[in-house]
């Protein structure tokens, strides 16, 4: 009769199944012992008993600080690979290693797609979480009503513009900043403050003539005019006391905001051709005219007063800053996205009401497009160690911090290689003997071993397909992996990313989630919008 023929006998058979295995014991429990003698069933018996004590705070608006890390292309195999590469630095295997936001007790992931592509690009998902609207790619801010590009459509589409999060922590009167290595008005930081029909429009030289006539403005303008704009949105009328601009804007992207460089203003740029814009504002100048501070340098950065300052205005680079493996090399120094993301929580903590502050490490997608993936997992050890400092500088009890990604990377982590074998090595050999390394691409320009520091150089044409890499040191600064299909650049990956969160309403995030859902979190925690509409009340 089979065991499970009736409960009876299922019964029956199981006890003489233990009675059997126990006969075959010794005296001492034999199953306790051999288990407890391996630490892996040490650690994991440990990590659930915490896991089952584990509190969380389910009080709206219980967060008085809100922290969003946006690790730009920071897919799962990044960082799997960047546990492992950060971990090897250290002297360790690596496989065991945790970055800080590992740590965090709650997780989920989040679908990148967009309303209108299945792998999106960062503007429709930063649009996403920080609006808590899904919409097109290539959009900021604005929902999918209107085409992309089409400046009179959004005009003429009423309710497409859309707040975010940030906004409303400044009508509720929060200090609000921002923390990029990219530009400051690229896609992903550019949607904490700006809406517009495209991301490209990051000065009014970008901009068709149609558009800039039909009344839309450039995505730099409205970081300078963001307290003027926000006032006009929510129209706060009488009752915008608590709008009083961007307290803390760190990050590259200078060629934006003027158009030729003023020999009265010391400082100002590097190079006089720097500027893009044509329409002979400096916006940079206007910043100090209404009694912002700006720094273009690591003296004017270090120099700055925490205590006393506010609106301080910090652009590094011409463009995007640089890597964290040649930043060293700037002429006139440029902070670190740890050493950025420090600075503006220290300035942002000077408001008694709290603060939110977005920092994207934005470089680990450019890396990526570059088929670089030293660069790239570098970058996302750098916003590892960002994570870190913030964690160390807040009362967690009080401050909810995120740690996602916009979207993914064709980077692709395979082969069979032995634990602790260098993460940007050789995994094996091909059925044609050519050595291959773990790290790989799915499609972009392909080999190369450029000479530089900069991962966006290239020391020839594109050169996808299999190399003979028996001579190459695939650990190299400047070495850029494989590729299997040719394209132009790198594309960005359509699977879901990871999401991480700790403090007041971090248990919301998790299980497989929309990307829109974590601004609804964030709005749940720090009851932005509760608080924005009291403020305008008053």
């Known amino acids: 009769m089979s065991i499970f023929s009736s409960r009876t006998s299922h019964l029956i058979t199981t006890a003489a199944l233990i009675t059997l295995f126990s006969c075959s014991l010794p005296a001492q429990n034999q199953v306790t012992a051999l288990a407890t003698d391996s630490d892996w069933y040490e650690r994991g018996a440990a990590t659930v008993e915490a896991a089952s004590r584990r509190a969380y705070n389910n009080t709206p608006g219980a967060a008085k600080n809100i922290i969003l890390f946006v690790g730009d292309g920071m897919g799962v195999s990044t960082v799997s690979a960047a546990r492992i590469f950060a971990g090897q630095q250290l002297g360790l295997d690596g496989e065991e290693y945790e970055l800080s936001y590992e740590k965090f007790p709650w997780t989920g992931l989040s679908k990148t797609y967009t309303t209108d592509t299945q792998v999106s690009d960062s503007a429709g998902t930063a649009t996403a979480f920080m609006t808590g609207v899904k919409t097109r790619s290539g959009v900021i801010n604005i929902d999918s009503r209107p085409q992309r590009g089409d400046c009179a459509e959004y005009m003429n589409t009423p309710g497409a513009t859309l707040l975010t999060a940030l906004e409303l922590a400044e009508v509720a009167g929060k200090a609000t900043g921002i923390v990029s290595t990219a530009r400051l008005t690229h896609a992903t930081p550019a949607a904490a403050y700006a809406n517009s029909p495209d991301r490209n429009w990051e000065n009014d030289s970008a901009m068709p003539a149609s558009a800039r006539e039909n009344g839309c403005i450039d995505i730099a303008t409205q970081l300078i005019d963001f307290e003027d704009r926000l006032i006009a949105k929510v129209n706060a009328g009488q009752n915008s006391s608590t709008i009083d601009g961007l307290e803390v804007a760190f990050g590259g992207g200078r060629e934006n905001f003027f158009g030729a460089d003023p020999a009265s ?33 690591q003296a004017g950065f270090d120099n700055l007063d925490i205590a006393g300052e506010s609106n301080v205005l910090g652009l590094f680079e011409a463009a995007h800053m640089r890597y964290e493996a040649n930043r060293s090399e700037d002429i006139a120094g440029e902070p670190s996205l740890t050493d950025m993301t420090i600075k503006a929580i220290e300035i942002l903590q000077n408001d008694p009401d709290g603060f939110f502050l977005q920092v994207e490490g934005g470089r680990i997608d450019h890396a990526h497009h570059a088929n670089s993936a030293y660069h790239a997992l570098n970058e996302a050890k750098e916003m590892a160690a960002a994570v870190q400092a913030a964690v160390d500088m807040v009362d ?31 995994a094996g050999r091909d059925s044609l003997g050519l050595p ?21 150089l290239r020391s020839g044409p594109p050169s996808p397909g299999r190399k003979d890499l028996t001579l190459v040191d695939t650990t190299a600064v400047d070495y850029h992996q494989e590729t299997l299909v040719a394209t132009g650049g790198e594309t960005h990956a359509g699977e879901d990313v990871a999401i991480y969160a700790i403090g007041p309403g971090a248990h919301l995030i ?29």
Not at 277 to 285: A, K, P, T, V
Not at 443 to 453: C, E, I, L
């Open 436 to 456: 291959y390394t773990t790290l790989g691409y799915a499609n972009g320009s392909g080999f190369n071993v450029s000479g530089s520091t900069d991962a966006d």
């Open 265 to 297: 203003l010391d400082g100002f740029a590097e190079a006089p051709s720097e500027g893009r814009r044509n329409d002979e504002r400096n916006l940079i100048q206007e910043w100090e005219s209404r009694g912002g501070i700006y720094v273009m340098g």
């Open 396 to 426: 967690i009890n009080e401050t909810l911090i995120i740690v996602t990604a916009d979207h993914s990377h064709v980077m692709t982590f395979a082969g069979y290689p032995q634990r602790g074998n260098p993460i940007l090595g050789i």
């Open 510 to 538: 998790s299980g497989s989630i929309e990307q829109n859902v974590i601004f609804h979190v964030m709005n749940f925690a720090g009851d932005l919008t509760g608080k924005a509409a009291e403020a305008l009340s008053q």
